[in-house]
Each structure stands twice: as structure tokens, then as C-alpha cells.
């Protein structure tokens, strides 16, 4: 198995995702769907980490397009840490170490009122810590962060754009939502380095941290409380137009981390930059307790064969197996051959509508479609079969995928599930299972995505529908 395999694998299963999950809406005709779905599968792939961290399968909203795709990422599961603990605070005013960078300004614009400092040791010295931050601030249902060596961040909510692969060389960047480049297309923001780009976001791995120091207390530097840290510095400085830059080093041993933050200069600005910090945690320390995965990866039961009574069953493409009573099929589109949709009647999640702001930005679409795109759109429990040829085996288990189990079917030899049950506010919401089929003796390749009820039914649901997967000629 190589990273090519594993990426053709999961592009394969992200287009057929798009497919199966687009939605009623129809885009401004000015918008490439095909373009933006290729744009999807790229953005994505360069979220992958190839280490204990997997990709899994994830609605990924395109702005204006009305279609989905798939991606997330997930880390082992670990004992919390304190997500305020400040053992080493100090009252009284002492004198660090000077500063490696320059000195930032102080009283930031549109910072929390002043209040009396909390002093912390950090990194040989002592700094105030950073008032008004509070941990696990995110937009939408929960947590999907990137990691970067033992780091993990969230970008800022609002469709921010990655800057070549945010995985490479140990460097990271992305441009927010209002910078021209970021929706451009060519040249693509995925091809372009950071190094050649004033990013918004930009991080950066580093090992040459032995002399690393902490400015003085009254320099106007701030710091943070991260669980494994040694040293944590925060300096904001000088306002440049609109924006006001900051620099963010974290150091953890040997390793460590130089951010540059480019928020706005406005209170606005100034909250991203606290959430952002307040998103901040190692994998080496631990989950933190306020973290709220969107996603996590179940372990499936053992797999029972056989059809229950009352369940129907259907075959597509060589490929036997049942749905609950009363569900409803479509042929749809597939990638390679003509799939299938079957579609339950219980309702798994309720996705909003497009907000007015970026209806209008579709400044070619119609009345109707706007108000077609602003319709919140509600899914239900489902079963898809995407359309595969005939041949060798396409797919190679993604090794570096808690998600990826392998199970036994009938005439295939190979069958890989990928779980993940999706979360809403910290709660279980519902299931949804890639799977890669291949039937023995040169036989189909099909992906199929699966959704259930993230209840005990839906966990008991998903097994029955496992169990009645059968590839027998």
C-alpha cells in the first residue's frame, strides 16, 4: 500500500460521495459544479495526516453550490486535561528574560476590558495571561481541527481557504474568506506556497527552540495555559491597515511552533484571535475536557449474516442486500456506472439554509433558486451504491484510519467499513459507514455510503444491513 493508493481511494469515494449527497439546489449557472467538486477532493486531500490521525467521511459544504463532499479528521481518544488550570499563576510583578521578537503594542483594539492581570510562569519567565479567551469555541456542531506535529488548531468558521498542502514540510496557511485568492481558480490557492503568500493563518513546526525566551512582563506579551507546554508566548503588534498581526510561539520539549495570525483590528479580530488560541491543545497532553469531536469512530460489534424477516431485499450490480421495511429507491449517477439511492423514512440530521449574506454573492441566480438555496433541507437514513467495473481490486485498507475495519462478506475478498458517528452539539446524532467492496474473481469494485440513526436502533440497523451484504455470483 502507498499515500497514491490511499488518496485514489478516498477521491474515488469523495466523488461518489458528491453525487449521492448533492442536493435539490441548483447553483447560479456561473459556477462550475465539476470544477468545485475537483477543488473539494483536492482541499481535502491535503487535510490528510499520515499519522494517528484519519480522514473519514464528513459534509463539507461548498458555498453556492449546494453539494457536499467528505473529510474529517480524528486523533486517539485520551484522558481530558484541565482546560484552565493555572498551577503557576503569580500576583506580584517580577522581571523575564528578553524578547526573541519585537516587542508587541499594548492595550489591543477592541480587547476585554481591563482587569487585573493573572501573571503565569511560562518558559523561564512570567507573563500575564491573555484575558477574555474560553476554550472549545466553534461555529456549528463541533470540533474538526487539523494537526500539524503534535499540534492540533482549528481554522477560523467562514469557508478559510488552505494554501498548498497544509501538511507539507511542516508548514500550514490559509487565506480567509474575504481575500480575492481565496476562491480563485487559477492559480489554484492549493498550488501555491506559503512562502510566495501574506497569509491570514500560517504555522509553522519547528525544532530549533533550545533558545527560545520569554520577553519581560511589561513588554505587552501575553501567554496561555496549554497543557504540555513549556512556553507559551502571545504578542500582538503594531495595527497594519486593517489588520493586526500577531505572533503565537508554543514549545513543547524539543518541538515547537511559530503562528502568525493576520485578524482584523476591530473587536472582531481580536475574538477570532482568542478563539483561536482557546482551540489550541497537544496530542502528547491528552484530549482536553471541553473538547467536542464532530465526528468519532465507533468499533463495530461483530457482524452477524444473514436478512431478517421483514426487510427487503434488492441486489445492484452483483451485490446482494437489504433495507428496513418501507424504504424508497432512485437510480442515480455514478462514478464509473449507473448507482443506486435507497432512502428510509427516519430523519438523521436537518442542514440550514444558505444565510442571506451568501445568496448575495449568486448574483446570476434567480429569485427561485435563492429561495430554494435558503430552504433548510432535511436528510433521512439511507443506503448508496455507487456504480464500479469489473477487474482487479481497487482498494487498499487506509492503514493510517482508526475508522478502518475489515469485515468478512460472502463472494468478496475484500470488504472494508469505515465508521463514524457524527455529533451535534456533543450529542450522537446519526451513522454514517463508507464501504469498499471488491467481489472475487475479477469481479465489481462498489463503494457504498450508508447512513442510520445515531440511536441504539441505528447501531443495531447498521449490523443488520452488514450482515445482509452478499457478493455470491
Known amino acids: 500500500m502507498n499515500v497514491h493508493d490511499i488518496h485514489a481511494k478516498q477521491d474515488a469515494a469523495m466523488l461518489a460521495g458528491l453525487r449521492a449527497a448533492g442536493s435539490t439546489i441548483d447553483p447560479p449557472r456561473s459556477l462550475d459544479g465539476a470544477a468545485m467538486a475537483t477543488r473539494a477532493v483536492r482541499a481535502v486531500r491535503r487535510r490528510r495526516i499520515v499519522v494517528a490521525a484519519t480522514a473519514g467521511v464528513a459534509a463539507l459544504a461548498l458555498t453556492g453550490a449546494g453539494i457536499g463532499a467528505a473529510g474529517a479528521i480524528y486523533a486517539d481518544r485520551q484522558e481530558p486535561l484541565p482546560g484552565t488550570d493555572r498551577t503557576s499563576v503569580e500576583s506580584a510583578p517580577a522581571s523575564g528574560s528578553p524578547s526573541a521578537t519585537p516587542s508587541p503594542s499594548a492595550s489591543p483594539s477592541g480587547a476585554p476590558e481591563d482587569a487585573p492581570a493573572v501573571l503565569m510562569k511560562t518558559g523561564g519567565g512570567t507573563l500575564p495571561v491573555m484575558p477574555g479567551v474560553e476554550r472549545g469555541v466553534v461555529d456549528g456542531p463541533g470540533h474538526a481541527p487539523y494537526i500539524l506535529g503534535g499540534l492540533w488548531y482549528e481554522v477560523p468558521p467562514g ?3 488552505a ?13 480567509d474568506p474575504d481575500d480575492p485568492r481565496a476562491m480563485s481558480v487559477e492559480p489554484s490557492t492549493l498550488d501555491m506556497s506559503i512562502d510566495d503568500v501574506d497569509a491570514a493563518l500560517e504555522l509553522r513546526n519547528v525544532t530549533d527552540v533550545a533558545d527560545w525566551t520569554v520577553p519581560s512582563r511589561d513588554s505587552g506579551a501575553m501567554t496561555l495555559d496549554i497543557e504540555g507546554a513549556d512556553l507559551v508566548v502571545i504578542e500582538q503588534h503594531e495595527r497594519e491597515g486593517k489588520v493586526r498581526p500577531a505572533t503565537i510561539r508554543i514549545r513543547s520539549g ?3 511552533w511559530v503562528i502568525e495570525t493576520r485578524f482584523r483590528a476591530n473587536a472582531q479580530g481580536e475574538a477570532m484571535l482568542r478563539n ?3 482551540n489550541l491543545w497537544l496530542k502528547d497532553a491528552g484530549e482536553p475536557d471541553w473538547y467536542k469531536p464532530q465526528f468519532e469512530t465507533p468499533v463495530l460489534d461483530p457482524v452477524e449474516p444473514g436478512v431478517p424477516a421483514g426487510w427487503t431485499k434488492t441486489e445492484h ?9 418501507g424504504w424508497s429507491s432512485e437510480p442515480t449517477d455514478g462514478q464509473f456506472s449507473p448507482g443506486v439511492e435507497w432512502t428510509g423514512r427516519t430523519v438523521t440530521h436537518v442542514t440550514p439554509g444558505i444565510d442571506a449574506a451568501t445568496l448575495e454573492l449568486w448574483t ?10 435558503a430552504r433548510e433541507t432535511t436528510s433521512y437514513e ?9 477487474g482487479g481490486n481497487w482498494w487498499s485498507q487506509t492503514m493510517s484510519a482508526p475508522t478502518s475495519q475489515l469485515i468478512k462478506v460472502p463472494g468478496a475478498d475484500y470488504a472494508e467499513v469505515q465508521p463514524v458517528l457524527n455529533n451535534v452539539d456533543g450529542e450522537p446524532d446519526y451513522y454514517t459507514a463508507s464501504i469498499y467492496l471488491h467481489q472475487a474473481d475479477q469481479g465489481e469494485n462498489l463503494f457504498l455510503v450508508v447512513d ?3 440511536g441504539e436502533q441505528g447501531w443495531k440497523d447498521l449490523h443488520t444491513f452488514l450482515g445482509s451484504l452478499d457478493f455470491r455470483r
Open 317 to 325: 450490480n452483483d451485490l446482494k442486500f437489504a433495507v428496513p421495511k
Open 452 to 454: 442510520f440513526d445515531g
Open 163 to 175: 494554501v498548498g498542502d497544509v501538511n507539507a514540510g511542516g508548514v500550514a496557511g490559509f487565506l
Open 254 to 256: 524539543a518541538e515547537g
Open 382 to 390: 439511507r443506503v448508496y451504491v455507487q456504480g464500479g467495473k469489473p
Open 276 to 278: 483561536f488560541v482557546g
Open 364 to 373: 446570476d441566480a434567480s429569485e427561485k433558486e435563492k429561495a430554494r438555496a
Open 159 to 161: 469557508g478559510w481557504s
